[in-house]
């Protein structure tokens, strides 16, 4: 059974930081490439970082350069996602997902949401006063 489960969400202050996990079990990560997805209420979901199996590739939304780090750990099937200087406008569930993309491979999963195979069951990111 493939499973993703994040972890890490929470209530946090404006300007304030969180580093959300991403954690698979019933397969390695080392074949996938990983993206992390936000939902807001009334929004639609969106992309927000995405890295590749080998983790020498990284993307990310223009609305959060600068402030979040995508990054992952193959030894022990975890990515994380870095998220500095959170801002009221980052409050959203967030969601990692996984597609097959080859071992040690530099090619990026994309933030096209229906490029994605397996999904976890997401984590809420408040950001608020």
């Known amino acids: 059974q493939l499973q993703l489960v994040e972890s890490g969400g929470g209530l946090v202050q404006p300007g304030g930081s969180l580093r959300l996990s991403c954690a698979a079990s019933?397969?390695?990560?080392?074949?996938?490439?990983i993206g992390w997805f936000r939902q807001a209420p009334g929004k639609e979901r969106e992309g927000v970082s995405c890295i590749s199996s080998n983790g020498r590739r990284t993307d990310y939304a223009d609305s959060v350069k600068g402030r979040f780090t995508i990054s992952r750990d193959n030894a022990k099937n975890t990515v994380y996602l870095q998220m500095n200087n959170l801002k009221p406008e980052d409050t959203a569930v967030y969601y990692c997902?996984?597609?097959?993309?080859?071992?040690?491979?530099?090619?990026?999963?994309?933030?096209?949401?229906?490029?994605?195979?397996?999904w976890g069951q997401g984590t809420q990111v408040t950001v608020s006063s």
């Open positions: 997902a996984a597609v097959l993309k080859g071992y040690d491979s530099s090619r990026l999963g994309g933030s096209s949401e229906y490029e994605y195979e397996h």
């Open positions: 019933g397969f390695t990560l080392d074949y996938y490439a």
